[in-house]
C-alpha cells in the first residue's frame, strides 16, 4: 500500500483490509509513521509519536483491527506520559488506562502517540509555550481549532484516519469543522470518562473521536457507548447498533435551523452560505425545516461553563504542591495563569 492509499481509507476501510490480510497492523503503523514524518513538521499536531508503535501488538479482531490511532495528550489516559500541554505538568505519568482506552484497544485500535492541545483543554484553538502551534493541514497559517486541535489536523493530514478527542465547549465540534471532519459529542452519559472523570464539567465534558467518514463514527459510537462501574449518568442503550442506523430510512424530519447570530457576534457571509446550502439540500430530501430563535441567551450559557472551568482552577494550587512546583509564568500560559488568578478571588 502506498501513502497516498493509506491516506484515502478510512478506519473501517482499513480494518477491513486487515481482516483479510492484505495488510498487516505493523504495515499500517509504519505508513502512520511515515504520514508523520511527512507532515507533522508543518502542521505540528502529534507531540509524540510512540518509538516502538511497529513492535506493539493488539488484538486481530474488532471493529478496528489494527487502525492507528492518536491519544489526546489530555482526557481519557493510556498508561504513560500525559502532560496536558502544560509546563506544570510536563513528565507527568498516568498509571492506568481509563475505560475509554480499554474499549479503544479491545476494538483493535493501535495506539501509536499523543496529540497536541491548548494548556489543560482550556481553549478553542491549540497553542502553547510547552509544544508551539498546532496548524490547520488545509491552509497552514489558520488555526486547526481546539481543544482536540491536533487530534483534527493529524486525522485531516493522513497521520490517522480516527483520533481520540473530546469536547465539553466545542473542543470537538470547532476543530473538526475547521479541519473539515465529522466531529460529535456524544449525549452525557453515552461514553464514559471513568474511572476518575466521570462527572467532569457535570457531564458537559464527555470523551469520543475525531473521523473522516460518518460509517466511521457510527462505529465508534458502538465501540465506546456503554456505561462502566461508578457512572453517574446513564442513559438509554440503543436498540441496535449505531452501524445498522445507517441502513434505515430517517423518515420526515423536522430541522431547525439558526440564521439569526445567538449572542452579539453576527455570522460571516460564507458560514451563512453554508447553512443555507445545507438547508437547501435537507429540505430536497424531504424534511421540514424551520427557522429558529436562539433557545437561551449565550452570555447564561458561558457563566455555566466558565463556572465550571473554575471549579478546576481552584484546584491548581494543589496540584502545583502536590508536583513540588510554583504556580507562576514559568509553570502557566498567561491566560490561564491570570484565569486562575481571578477563581482564587472569588468567595
Not at 499500517?28 to 511515515?34: F, I, K, M, P, S
Not at 449525549?187 to 473521523?211: I, K, M, T
Not at 425545516?289 to 436562539?294: L, Q, V
Not at 455555566?304 to 482552577?313: A, E, K, R, T
Request: with cysteine.
Amino acid at each position: 500500500m502506498t501513502l497516498s492509499d493509506y491516506c484515502r481509507h478510512d478506519a473501517t476501510g482499513l480494518a477491513d483490509l486487515v481482516r483479510r490480510k492484505e495488510i498487516s497492523p505493523r504495515e499500517l503503523t509504519a505508513l502512520a509513521r511515515a504520514a508523520h514524518e511527512k507532515v507533522d513538521p508543518a502542521i505540528n499536531a502529534v507531540v509524540e509519536f510512540y518509538a516502538d508503535a511497529e513492535d506493539v501488538t493488539g488484538p486481530k479482531e474488532g471493529a478496528f483491527a489494527g487502525v492507528p490511532f492518536l491519544r489526546k495528550d489530555v482526557g481519557a489516559k493510556e498508561a504513560g506520559l500525559q502532560e496536558y500541554g502544560s509546563r506544570l505538568m510536563q513528565g507527568n505519568v498516568a498509571t492506568e488506562d481509563s475505560y475509554y482506552t480499554t474499549r479503544a484497544k479491545a476494538a483493535g485500535l493501535h495506539y501509536v502517540g499523543r496529540s497536541a492541545v491548548p494548556e489543560f483543554a482550556f481553549a478553542g484553538f491549540t497553542e502553547t509555550l510547552l509544544e508551539g502551534i498546532t496548524c490547520n493541514p488545509w491552509h497552514p497559517e489558520r488555526s486547526a481549532g481546539g481543544s482536540s486541535g491536533g487530534a483534527a489536523a493529524a486525522v485531516a493530514a493522513g497521520v490517522v484516519p480516527m483520533a481520540h478527542a473530546s469536547d465539553g465547549g466545542g473542543s470537538i465540534r470547532i476543530p473538526a469543522g475547521w479541519c473539515g471532519l465529522v466531529g460529535l459529542n456524544p449525549s452525557r452519559g453515552r461514553v464514559s470518562g471513568g474511572p476518575d472523570h466521570q462527572d467532569s464539567l457535570f457531564g458537559l465534558a464527555r470523551e469520543f473521536v475525531v473521523c473522516r467518514t460518518v460509517r466511521d463514527m457510527a462505529a465508534a459510537l458502538d465501540v465506546f457507548s456503554g456505561p462502566e462501574p461508578g457512572d453517574p449518568f446513564i442513559i438509554a442503550q440503543p436498540e441496535r447498533p449505531y452501524r445498522d442506523e445507517l441502513q434505515r430510512p430517517t423518515g420526515k424530519l423536522r430541522i431547525g435551523i439558526a440564521r439569526t447570530a445567538w449572542g452579539r457576534v453576527p455570522i460571516a457571509p460564507d458560514v451563512l452560505a453554508v447553512l443555507d446550502e445545507t438547508a437547501k439540500l435537507l429540505a430536497d430530501m424531504g424534511h421540514e425545516i424551520e427557522e429558529i430563535a436562539s433557545p437561551v441567551n449565550p452570555e447564561d450559557i458561558m457563566v455555566g461553563v466558565m463556572g465550571g472551568f473554575n471549579l478546576g482552577l481552584a484546584e491548581m494550587p494543589a496540584l502545583a504542591k502536590m508536583l513540588g512546583r510554583p504556580l507562576d509564568a514559568t509553570t502557566m500560559e498567561p491566560v490561564l495563569l491570570k484565569l486562575t488568578e481571578q477563581t482564587l478571588a472569588m468567595s
